[in-house]
């Protein structure tokens, strides 16, 4: 194992890192991410560039959209970024991000992904009327009451813990009644806060599997190659290679948790010392800080945190 300090690892953001603008920097003043944004319209049959940089919002923020907006800004990024340090030893994604992570690693082609992640976002959409799920965000409150309080407030209803994102933030996902029962019942055993999010589907639990289901047709039509970095994937906290795996990992992550902490502490275990969250936002990095402050991550999302996370390279001893 590698245990230098030079163990690096790339990570990619999922949905809710978007905002209009992201990416435009880079695709004025590099090539190659100008280019990934034009594979991108051409994959997709419309201007998903002019949706990144101009809006409007509120259709940003539909799922079909965002899901490939996310993964599209977050190639350009890496392409950028690739060609100026040297090769990570791992990568991961959360959520939509281990789509970005695949492609980075060469398990699946970049068109192949933001067409898949369209579709993706559409089944996710679509698969339980509006109003029928519910997310919460359960602060302050670890795995094993969570799970408890999921439990105790579902009442024959779905309600699941759908994002394990650090030992301070555990997301929950269902019916929107047993999600508001579970968010009242962690107030009162304890939580530092329960709120329910503004999101548009109850992603990450059992009522995705109509949308699971739909996936995995276009998931089955992809040619997965072996991957060049093990991909630490969502659902198992597993390094993956294996194309069949692979492809799994991607099938049932649609209903499975989002088990972030858990990926993060086995690259850790590998000997991880530095994070380089590529895409929109900080996410993760916030989500670094939580699960091991002692580690450094790093980001890129425009030219400026590009070049401060290419210097920071340079300085360290090969």
């Not at 992904?113 to 302050?140: D, F, N, S």
């Not at 895409?279 to 450094?296: A, N």
């Amino acid at each position: 194992m590698n245990q230098n300090s030079n163990t690096f690892a790339f990570l990619f953001p999922g949905q809710g890192s978007q905002s209009v603008g992201m990416g435009k920097e880079l695709f004025e003043k590099f090539p190659e991410a100008r280019q990934t944004f034009e594979e991108a319209d051409e994959a997709l049959g419309y201007k998903l560039s002019q949706l990144c940089f101009e809006g409007p919002e509120d259709q940003l923020r539909m799922t079909e959209i965002t899901q490939p907006a996310i993964l599209t800004v977050s190639v350009a990024a890496l392409r950028v970024l690739q060609s100026r340090i040297h090769r990570p030893a791992f990568v991961a994604g959360h959520s939509l991000g281990e789509y970005s992570a695949h492609v980075c690693s060469g398990t699946i082609s970049f068109a192949d992904a933001v067409r898949t992640v369209r579709h993706r976002g559409k089944y996710m959409q679509e698969a339980v009327p509006v109003g029928v799920g519910a997310m919460a965000a359960i602060l302050g409150m670890d795995l094993e009451k969570v799970t408890a309080v999921c439990h105790d407030a579902a009442q024959g209803e779905v309600c699941e813990a759908a994002n394990i994102n650090s030992p301070e933030q555990i997301v929950i996902s269902g019916n929107t009644a047993a999600v508001e029962r579970a968010a009242k019942l962690a107030d009162e055993r304890g939580a530092k806060k329960a709120k329910l999010l503004p999101v548009s589907a109850p992603f990450h639990c059992s009522l995705m599997k109509p949308a699971q289901d739909r996936l995995a047709g276009d998931l089955d039509k992809i040619e997965f190659q072996h991957s060049v970095y093990p991909v630490a994937c969502n659902v198992d906290a597993a390094l993956v290679s294996d194309p069949i795996k692979a492809h799994d990992a991607l099938l049932r992550q649609v209903t499975g948790s989002v088990k972030w902490l858990q990926c993060m502490q086995l690259l850790v275990a590998q000997g991880v010392q530095t994070l380089i969250e590529i895409g929109p936002g900080k996410v993760l990095c916030g989500l670094m800080r939580q699960i091991d402050r002692s580690k450094t991550c790093l980001n890129v999302a425009d030219e400026a945190s590009l070049n401060k996370t290419v210097e920071s390279f340079q300085q360290q001893p090969a």
